[in-house]
């Protein structure tokens, strides 16, 4: 008997690849599925997993093909979006986003995409309220809120007291835990800042802030009841806050007990591995060659299984005893800019955040940043060579 024909793949194959992340695996499925019957979804699901890889081009070619089939669908639409968006084609991702939105005006995929887009842009002032869709749709990192007491919406805050509700991860509260200050300017009588643990003491410095109350996924805290509750990336809308007001000067700050138990070895200090979990987890790690490279050059490593640290003012404490910091997009560099050391951030190709806008090498959040941009897809290599020269320029 003849052996039986192998099965061929099918569109619920690549699929269940797609889901699981398995990009170049999910593409060669649907190539092969496309060759004997192309159905829109399909078009769509190679378009947008032909973007996860990079290849911009061809994933434009399918998610189009899609939109002439189906135009009034808004998930092509923000896919088509996200495409043009990576492409630095941002007219024509803000009319993508804004498409989807006019066929679906409730869809947060769509608002925090456009968001995104905006504030990349510096149009803040349009982006914040678009933001606030991370509460609909990201209720794993933004948890719902449930107080007796109501929610800050810009009401005058003399003498009354705030709470600042945990979300996302340890960089975005260090970004955000600057507008402490500003609730202070406001008047406010007591600010409290609800953190991850490892935070909590590093945050206890920060100017304005009163208490802080570490919070981790899946525990509860007893809270005092305040007057107002918001949430860290909320504030920034609330405050009317713009690129003019961003930079409050250094916010974070090593105490000196910590600095005196950690006295690094070296002037420069190296962040190159990123939380698998968090955003853009799979393309920001710097490839262990290349940081070898660096720690060779005599950088010491800032990961926190190789120091040891106990939380993120040990981590400042560290920070604070060195000339530079050099890190991938994670919360070490946030913590470095907010202490106002200098940082050079590296950034990935694939999914540069938002927060470090479009085509600069400065950051308005952080004036001690230098930004290093991947010119192209697993550009490391080259990115470091830059990186060596400027330390030598540099004397370091």
Not at 2 to 7: G, L, M, Q, R, V
Not at 66 to 94: F, K, M, T
Not at 220 to 241: C, I, M, Q, S
Request: hydrophobic share 45%; glycine share 8%.
């Amino acid at each position: 008997m003849a052996d039986s024909e192998p099965i061929p793949p099918s569109y619920e194959d690549g699929l269940a690849l797609q889901r699981e992340g398995r990009f170049p695996e999910a593409i060669a499925v649907y190539r092969e599925v496309a060759r004997r019957t192309l159905t829109v979804r399909l078009a769509a699901n190679l378009g947008h997993c032909l973007g996860e890889v990079g290849e911009y081009a061809e994933a434009e070619h399918w998610l189009g093909l899609a939109a002439r089939h189906q135009p009034a669908n808004p998930d092509i639409r923000q896919r088509l979006g996200a495409i043009y968006s990576a492409q630095d084609r941002v007219e024509l991702a803000e009319l993508e986003y804004r498409t989807a939105l006019a066929f679906r005006p409730d869809f947060a995929a769509a608002e925090l995409a456009l968001a995104s887009l905006l504030l990349s842009l510096g149009r803040f002032a349009e982006a914040w309220p678009l933001m606030e869709a991370r509460t609909r749709t990201h209720q794993r990192v933004v948890p719902p809120v449930n107080l007796p007491y109501p929610e800050w919406t810009g009401e005058p805050l003399a003498g009354r007291s705030v709470m600042v509700q945990v979300e996302q991860g340890l960089g975005d509260q260090i970004q955000m835990a600057r507008f402490a200050g500003l609730l202070k300017a406001r008047g406010a009588g007591q600010v409290t800042l609800t953190c991850r643990s490892p935070l909590a003491p590093l945050f206890l410095a920060t100017p304005g802030v009163d208490e802080t109350v570490a919070l981790d996924a899946g525990t509860t805290a007893k809270l005092r009841p305040h007057d107002f509750w918001t949430r860290y990336f909320t504030l920034p809308w609330r405050l009317g806050v713009t690129e003019a007001n961003l930079w409050p000067g250094p916010y974070c700050f090593a105490s000196a007990d910590r600095k005196a138990r950690w006295r690094p070895d070296a002037r420069i200090g190296l962040a190159w591995q990123a939380s698998p979990t968090g955003f853009n987890g799979a393309n920001k790690g710097l490839p262990p060659d290349q940081a070898r490279r660096l720690l060779e050059r005599g950088a010491v490593s800032l990961q926190p299984e190789d120091t040891g640290v106990a939380d993120m003012a040990d981590t400042a404490a560290i920070i604070d005893g060195l000339d530079l910091v050099i890190s991938i997009d994670t919360s070490i560099a946030h913590l470095a800019g907010a202490m106002g050391k200098p940082v050079w951030i590296l950034l990935p190709f694939l999914k540069t955040d938002w927060r470090w806008m479009r085509h600069r090498t400065d950051s308005p959040w952080y004036p001690t940043a230098r930004l290093y941009r991947q010119a192209r897809l697993d550009g490391w290599g080259e990115m470091v060579d830059q990186v060596m020269a400027d330390l030598e320029t540099a004397g370091l």
